[in-house]
């Protein structure tokens, strides 16, 4: 029994096992194809991974992405997705006034005519 996968529609390298409704990515290495599971059955999600492995290429083909990495083009990308760390992330710093700010806000009020702060309210 040989399976079938069913092309996508409208959507480049992209095939779909009509049993399991799971998408794959149809690589092109050489003369040969090869349909690798990206192990999901949401599009968004398999348009994302065929657009990182397009992304790869083009990059590979920059010389901005070492030729080395060209080995992982076997893993299939969720794989590699999964490996991936993220930085911990900082949180953002929260803004300070000066003193000295708040200090001449106060000196303009009171040269204003205001006497005291309860004046302000």
């Known amino acids: 029994m040989s399976l079938k ?9 992209l095939f779909i ?9 149809r690589k ?7 349909h690798v ?6 599009i968004v999600v398999a348009r994302k991974l065929r657009d ?6 083009r990059l590979r083909k920059l010389g901005l992405l070492p ?7 076997s893993t299939p990308p969720v794989e590699r997705a999964a490996n991936v ?9 929260t803004p300070t006034t000066p003193p000295d700010l708040i200090t001449s806000a106060v000196s303009m009020q ?6 005291s702060g309860t004046d302000w309210w």
């Open 28 to 34: 092109r290495q050489g003369k040969t194809d090869t």
């Open 52 to 57: 990182d492995y397009k992304s790869a290429i």
């Open 110 to 115: 009171l040269k204003k005519g205001h006497r």
């Open 5 to 13: 996968y069913q092309k996508a529609d409208d959507e480049p390298l």
């Open 67 to 73: 030729a080395e990495d060209a080995q992982n083009e």
């Open 85 to 93: 760390t993220v930085a911990e992330e900082k949180p953002a710093a």
């Open 37 to 42: 599971s990206l192990q999901t059955t949401k």
């Open 17 to 25: 096992n009509p049993e399991t409704g799971i998408y794959f990515l």
